[in-house]
């Protein structure tokens, strides 16, 4: 059973930086890709960032692109979110999810979840 436990939320100043982590345990997870997915209040759960657990290769939502930076720590069994220049509208609970195969953007496609994480982004 895969079980991913996200944790480093919290409230931060707009422009500031928060980091998030994702601690993956359950089984390997090469072939695998790790996401970050958020939703704030009465809207969709949208797509944050991504990464394939065997490459590292990367992908990102335009909204993130040039402030977030996702990478993973393969001994660990960890994925991190750096966010960077924080704005609020940043502000949702975000969420690491996994499945195995290419990246998707959609949630739909992806297998185990978190329980999430706050972020709250103060102007």
């Known amino acids: 059973q895969v079980l991913l436990g996200e944790s480093g939320g919290g409230l931060a100043q707009a422009g500031g930086s928060l980091r998030l982590s994702c601690a993956a345990s359950g089984r390997t997870f090469s072939g695998y890709n790790m996401g970050w997915f958020r939703q704030a209040p009465g809207k969709e759960r949208e797509f944050v960032s991504a990464i394939a657990w065997s490459d590292g290769s990367t992908s990102y939502d335009d909204s993130v692109k040039g402030r977030f930076t996702i990478s993973r720590d393969i001994a660990k069994n960890t994925v991190y979110l750096q966010m960077n220049s924080l704005k609020p509208e940043d502000t949702a609970v975000y969420y690491c999810?996994?499945?195995?195969?290419?990246?998707?953007?959609?949630?739909?496609?992806?297998?185990?979840w978190g329980q999430g994480t706050q972020v709250t982004v103060s102007s």
């Open positions: 999810a996994s499945r195995y195969g290419k990246i998707y953007r959609t949630s739909l496609w992806y297998d185990y």
